[in-house]
């Protein structure tokens, strides 16, 4: 069976300018094959190597006035913790924000990627690009890379034309519309209080102290999520942080400790 | 991940001048999921003598409940308490017995001996004793313990100091391990 690489090839458009705007710039970067002899071991490798990097807890979900979208800052890999102040929310272009989960430097470079192709399709043509479009902009690029490893577990969120817009897209392929979505590892802790308090017709402050609840529960049981919870929202004028607090106390926000009565005991040395 | 990483725990204790500092996280894990925030790790075998238990957290609870057993015998047929040197070379036997089959713990011992002589060892699961003179560490978040605890410790000091500089120690080491933390419990004697 001969290896089929007409995955590998690069496509001719994909935004669907046929002008000679893309001249120079190609429109899916494509990288060579690793010279192995065990094709498909190296695949398993190079994902087994990304896969604890999906520790991690972000949400997003819209309701009346736009979307909210929330994300922890932990990085671990395995069991040690790397970074507690990353930054997970990625700022595409003003009005569209994109979450990482999975490889970091993955989502680092295609969303910055997406930000480029977005920019491109403004200029070509006179118009901002749907949260529709951008989403099956980078849907179709993970395609192409489908089974190499890449990690990637994101949300689109923005505001367009038609409103408010929120799409799961990840590096198997998937592209879902969705109103609420939560990845990572913590993801189920953070569904649990996401799916119970939501309402559709919420103001932005219940909204974004919804979305800090849930980032903080899941950091709470989720050994891989933790930090700091930044929540954004994006409204009909862009996108704009709300805040960014400390888990930390956030615990103690939400649960004071009751000072107790503690029985000293005097040991004689 | 680990056997030994399974449930997280991170332990250490420190040597003073005529007493000793043994704490623990109270974290209790079943991989990265958090199950409790207030489990018990060091236990008190008699006044001047603790033990930590690090590892996997049925075993370190079966191992304390045997280690319980042998020393109320012994209390019984020698009407005195056992002296931390001994009870170390105990654990080891003990841990030694299932070298084929071991349990996936490693010991913090922490003591005070005849003329109020501090004493601290450690053991990996097959009961090697790795006495020290200032500090011993286990557990998940190990390596940074270590790296803290070299850091901050400084020999003669008093219990006061002694339990500050212990607290910094811990809680800055599982600030950076995803498995181990909520807290700590320390014990100065």
Redesign the interface.
Known sequence: MKFDTSGLESHGQLVGASDGLFNGFPTAPSFEIPNTTDFDCFQKEAIQMVKPAKGTTTLAFIFKEGVMVAADSRASMGGYISSQSVKKIIEINPYMLGTMAGGAADCQFWHRNLGIKCRLHELANKRRISVTGASKLLANILYNYRGMGLSVGTMIAGWDETGPGLYYVDSEGGRLKGMRFSVGSGSPYAYGVLDNGYRYDMSVGEAAELARRSIYHATFRDGASGGVASVYYVGPDGWKKLSGDDVAELHYNYYPVQPSVVEQVMVET | ?SIF?YN?SALVAMVGK??FAIASDRRL?V????IATDFQRIYKIH??LFIGLSGLATDAQTLYQRLVFRHKLYQLREERNMKPETFASLVSAILYEKRFGPYFCQPVIAG?GDD?KPFICTMDSIGAKELAKDFVVAG?ASESLYGACEAMFKPDMEAEELFETLSQALLSSV?????SGWGGHVYV?
């Open positions: 991940m990483e997280g005529n007493c894990g991989q990265l999921q958090t006044e001047n005070l109020n998940t600030d950076r391990d995803c498995l004697v």
